[in-house]
């Protein structure tokens, strides 16, 4: 069996997030995608863009609810200078006019529920990890090489991250994935998850979770063969059987 569990040492620092995971098996590979169903997600992108706005009160990026509670979050654990929460890159090219383009439909996807929703979503390869996938602090020197990067850029001893046995997956929490797990055009089994560290915003992870099966559903197809949300009093889900 070989799981997601979210350490101890998470909860200590946020004993009231919550995680909402999906697992899906045999879904289409990028190159199975129609190109029609590619033109309609591209436009659910582009409105997705405009959606995001309804979440934007202040010009200034750090003022917005959504992006001040992960501001907020990052300053309890060790961070690479500049790291900044997935959905603020995201919601950052949203006020700069600079929109979130296609790269590859599983990522478009849940770039789309990150726009609509406001929450940093995310997917690895499930089929890259290696032994169970963890969420915690680590004591740093875990390998990582960053996606679209030549060189390794190593944990820091209390940064959060996730990580399996060969090394870490996504580097302070949500910030960076690794090329080694990441989603590609050829990937059939994702592990998708949502992050929320605001429980006032429990519902708005529920929809949109809801959100981003639904969308996987209908472009990508597959078997969703694990979808829950964890707490300290739930923090673990079975990968694989």
Not at 27 to 39: F, G, L, N, T, Y
Not at 95 to 123: M, Q, W
Not at 190 to 211: G, H, M, T, Y
Request: with cysteine; charged share 25%; proline share 5%.
């Amino acid at each position: 069996m070989q799981s997601f569990v979210i350490e101890p040492s998470f909860w200590d620092l946020f004993p009231e997030a919550s995680v909402g995971c999906i697992v899906v098996r045999d879904m289409k590979s990028a190159h199975e995608v129609s190109q029609e169903d590619r033109a309609r997600i591209a436009t659910l992108l582009s409105q997705a863009n405009t959606q995001a706005t309804r979440h934007l009160d202040s010009p200034a990026l750090s003022e917005n609810a959504p992006i001040k509670v992960w501001r907020d979050a990052y300053k309890k654990f060790k961070t690479k200078r500049g790291a900044r929460c997935s959905v603020e890159n995201l919601f950052r090219r949203v006020l700069k006019d600079k929109p979130v383009e296609p790269i590859t439909p599983s990522v478009d996807l849940y770039n789309i529920v990150s726009l609509r929703h406001a929450f940093p979503v995310g997917g690895e390869d499930v089929n890259a990890f290696e032994g169970d996938l963890r969420l915690g602090v680590t004591e740093g020197g875990d390998g990582f090489l960053p996606l679209g990067e030549d060189a390794e850029d190593p944990t820091l001893a209390g940064e959060v991250c996730y990580r399996d046995d060969a090394g870490a997956v996504c580097r302070c929490l949500n910030w960076r994935d690794g090329q080694r797990t990441a989603l590609t055009d050829h990937s059939r089994d994702a592990f998708l998850v949502i992050e929320n560290v605001d429980p006032a915003r429990s519902q708005d992870l529920e929809a949109a979770l809801a959100d981003l099966g639904s969308l996987i559903g209908e472009f990508l197809g597959g078997t969703v063969t694990a979808q829950d949300i964890l707490t300290a009093e739930k923090p673990r889900l079975t990968l694989v059987e």
